[in-house]
C-alpha cells in the first residue's frame, strides 16, 4: 500500500491529546506509504504540546478541520474525517475504539462505503489489504478481519500497542480546512454537554493497570482505591457495585459499559460474571481475589487467590510498597 | 406514536458461543434468545406508548428461521406487531449489510403508515460493533440519537431529547422526529412477560418478508454485500502458568512477590 494513514487525533476540549492517539500513531507508521501518517484534528488546532507528541511520533502532517459545527457530534466529525480523506487519498482510518469513535466509524461506513471493523487489537497489510486482529465473545476467541474496499476503517483498542517515539521527530505539517458541514449533520443538536470533572486517577478505558472492585466489597473501596493509587492504577467496578451506588456509573466494566484492556487486571471480590468478562477479558494478566473458590473469575485469573480482599489487598499493598521502595 | 424497534436474535451469552469454520456465528445451538440489549429498546417503545397513551410498537427483525423467537418475545412484553425478514441471502452480512435490509423494511413500514421513531439496543451481544443504529439512520436519513439513558419525545415540538454518558461528558441531544435512537442498558428495566401477554401474543400474527418483498438484490446483502470478513477465527488458548493460592495469612505477600516478579509493576 502506498497511501498514507489517516489517524483520528482524540483530545479533550482544552486540546491536550488523548494517550490513544500516540498509540494510533505508533500502529501506523509500519502501514503508511510514501505519504506517512496524517493526523486529523477536529475543533480548533492543535496547540504546541499536541504539536509537540504527534512530531515525537513521526505524524507527517496533521489536517486540522474547523467545522461551522459542533465537533462534539459524531455526524460532524465523520463530515470532518471524510473531507481529509477527499483531500489526501488516504486508503486506511485508524479511529480509538471509543462510543463516540465507532459512532464516526459507522458514519464513514454510511457515507463513504467503508468497510468499518471495530475494537481491533492490531492490524497488518496483507497483499495491500488491512486485516485487523480482534478478540470476540467475550474474550473467548480471537479472528482477524479484512477489510475489503477503500477506505477501511479500524477503531483500535486502548493499549492495543504502546506508543513509541521515532529516532529522528520532525514537526509536522499542519493543514488548516474549515468545514461548511451538511444540512444532515446538522439535525441532531447538542442541547447541553457537561465534562466530567478530571480525576487524578487515568483515564479507565486507557489505563495500564486497573483495580476492581465488586459484590465482595461491600460498598468499601477503600482496599482497592489503596492498591490503585500506590500502581498509578485506574479504578473499576462490576455492575452490582454501580448499581448499588457503591461507585460511580462511568467505573462499569462490562460488556455494555467500559471495556478495559490494561496489562494488568486485578479484580476482588469480583464474580466474574459473563457481561464483566466481556469488558476485560482481553486484558494481558488477570489477578483474582475472591473469598468463594468456585467464582468463575478463578477460570480465566493467572493468578488467583481464595481469601478475604480485607486482609489480602492491604497485605499485598504494604508488601508492595516495601518492595518498590 | 408509531414506533419500530429493531431487534437481534443471538446465542445466549451465558451459553458456550463459538464460530464456525467461515467465521461467522454458530446461530444452530438452539439456545438463541432476544438479544438482552434490546428488551431495553422494547420497554423503552412500550413506555413511551403508554405515556402517550396512543400509539402502536412494532418490532422488525433480521435473520434465519429461528430469529422469529427474538419477535415473540417482544410481542410477549407487549408489542403490537412483528415483522420478521428471512433470506437465505442475507446470511453472513456486516453491520452496514444488516443495515441495509433492516432500512428497506422501516421505508415498507413507513410507506405503509408513517413512523415516528424507530428504538433499537446499544448493541447485540454477539458482534458488538454497535454500529448497525447509525449506519440505519445515515442510510435513512434520519438523525440518529445513540447511547440514550433516557428519551423524551415532544408530540406537540415533533422533537425527541436524550440523555447520554459518555467517558468523558454527559450530554443532552435533542433532534426532529423521525428519529432513529439507541438506549443503554441503565435506560429501564425491561418488564417480564405475564401470563396475560404471553396468551395474546400467540394471537399476534408475525409478517414475513424475503429480500424481494423489500426490493433489494441479493448482491447487495450478505456475504456479497459486505466489506468485512472473517478470514481466520480460533478459540483463545488457556492461559498457562496458572496459579491459584488459598490465603492461609500470607496471599499478600505472595500477590505482590507475583506481580514484582513478572514485573507487571
Known sequence: MTSPVLVLLDHAADGALRPSAAELVTLARPLAGDGGVLGAWVGDGPGPDALAVLAAHGVAAVHAVRPDADPALSAVTAEAVTAVLGATGAGLVLIPSTFEGKEVAAHLAASTGAGVVTDADGVQLQDGVPVASKTVLAGTWTTRCSVVGAPAVVTVKANAVPAEPVAAPREPVVVEHELTVSPAARRVELVERTERAASDRPDLSGAQVVVVGGRGTEGDFGPIEELADLLGAAVGATRVATDEGWIAKEAQIGQTGVTVTPRLYIGAGVSGAVHHRGGMQAAGTIVAVNSDPDAPIFEIADFGVVGDLFTVLPQATAELRRLLG | ?265
Not at chain 2, 460493533?129 to 445515515?138: I, Q, R
Not at chain 2, 435512537?181 to 418478508?209: C, H, L, Q
Open chain 2, 1 to 265: 406514536m408509531r414506533i419500530l424497534v429493531a431487534v437481534k436474535h443471538v446465542p445466549d451469552i451465558q451459553s458456550e458461543r463459538s464460530l464456525g469454520p467461515d467465521g461467522r456465528m454458530v446461530r444452530d445451538g438452539g439456545d438463541g434468545t432476544l438479544n438482552e440489549l434490546d428488551e431495553n429498546a422494547v420497554e423503552a417503545a412500550l413506555t413511551l406508548v403508554e405515556e402517550a397513551e396512543d400509539g402502536e410498537v412494532v418490532v422488525l427483525t433480521v435473520g434465519p428461521d429461528d430469529a422469529v423467537d427474538a419477535v415473540r418475545r417482544a410481542l410477549q412484553m407487549g408489542a403490537d406487531e412483528a415483522v420478521h425478514v428471512v433470506d437465505d441471502a442475507i446470511a453472513g452480512s456486516d453491520a452496514v449489510s444488516t443495515a441495509r435490509v433492516l432500512a428497506a423494511a422501516v421505508r415498507r413500514l413507513s410507506e405503509e403508515q408513517p413512523v415516528d421513531l424507530v428504538l433499537t439496543g446499544m448493541a447485540a451481544l454477539d458482534g458488538l460493533t454497535s454500529l448497525v443504529p447509525t449506519v440505519l439512520a445515515d442510510l435513512l436519513e434520519l438523525p440518529a440519537l445513540t447511547l440514550a439513558t433516557e428519551v423524551m419525545v415532544d408530540e406537540t415540538a415533533g422533537t425527541v431529547t436524550v440523555r447520554r454518558e459518555l467517558d468523558h461528558a454527559v450530554e443532552l441531544l435533542r433532534a426532529p422526529l423521525p428519529a432513529v435512537v439507541s438506549v443503554t442498558d441503565s435506560a429501564n428495566e425491561p418488564r417480564y412477560p405475564g401470563f396475560k401477554g404471553i396468551m395474546a401474543a400467540r394471537k399476534k400474527a408475525v409478517t414475513t418478508w424475503t429480500l424481494a418483498d423489500l426490493g433489494l438484490e441479493p448482491d447487495q446483502v450478505g456475504a456479497a454485500g459486505a466489506r468485512t470478513a472473517v478470514v481466520a477465527a480460533a478459540e483463545r488458548p488457556a492461559r498457562e502458568d496458572r496459579v491459584l493460592v488459598t490465603d492461609g495469612g500470607d496471599a499478600g505477600v505472595r500477590l505482590a512477590a507475583y506481580l514484582v516478579e513478572n514485573k507487571l509493576v
